[in-house]
């Protein structure tokens, strides 16, 4: 993976990725450590310093390393930025063939946020999956 020149809408292979919280992590290429921010998602916090932990930003946070555990992560960078402005790479990130946005979304462990033109390819199923969430009274 060429970080200066990233395939958009291509599945990346991440063979170690580790989760910071629900919605961050941190992957390695060349032995350094990147930072990645889901697109779209944003889960409770957990880890935040100066912020006490929000009601179910464990599970959220617990959710995500557990799907993480599996080798077969995958990210897809959108059209627009790759990089937001705290210098974290912006992508989907898949498990196998699941979005963990999705997944996330769906189980009421996080709410569609920060949508940005370039950055949203996947905004209507993002708001589909939040809604299931929504009439289960789930989150």
């Given at each position: 993976?060429?970080?200066?020149?990233?395939?958009?809408?291509?599945?990346?292979?991440?063979?170690?990725?580790?989760?910071?919280?629900?919605?961050?992590?941190?992957?390695?290429?060349?032995?350094?450590?990147?930072?990645?921010?889901?697109?779209?998602?944003?889960?409770?916090?957990?880890?935040?310093?100066?912020?006490?932990?929000?009601?179910?930003?464990?599970?959220?946070?617990?959710?995500?390393?557990?799907?993480?555990?599996?080798?077969?992560?995958?990210?897809?960078?959108?059209?627009?930025?790759?990089?937001?402005?705290?210098g974290?790479?912006?992508?989907?990130?898949?498990?196998?063939?699941?979005?963990?946005?999705?997944?996330?979304?769906?189980?009421?462990?996080?709410?569609?946020?920060?949508?940005?033109?370039?950055?949203?390819?996947?905004v209507?199923?993002?708001?589909?999956?939040?809604?299931?969430?929504?009439?289960?009274?789930?989150?």
């Amino acid at each position: 993976m060429d970080l200066d020149d990233l395939p958009r809408f291509e599945k990346i292979h991440v063979s170690h990725i580790r989760s910071v919280d629900g919605d961050t992590f941190a992957f390695y290429k060349d032995d350094q450590e990147y930072r990645l921010r889901l697109l779209m998602v944003d889960t409770p916090e957990s880890v935040k310093q100066g912020l006490s932990v929000q009601p179910y930003g464990k599970e959220a946070s617990e959710f995500t390393e557990e799907q993480l555990v599996n080798n077969n992560v995958y990210l897809v960078f959108d059209e627009g930025e790759p990089i937001d402005n705290y210098g974290r790479f912006l992508a989907y990130v898949y498990v196998g063939e699941n979005s963990l946005q999705e997944q996330l979304l769906e189980k009421g462990l996080g709410v569609v946020r920060y949508v940005n033109t370039g950055g949203d390819s996947f905004v209507e199923e993002f708001l589909a999956a939040q809604k299931i969430a929504q009439d289960q009274n789930l989150g």
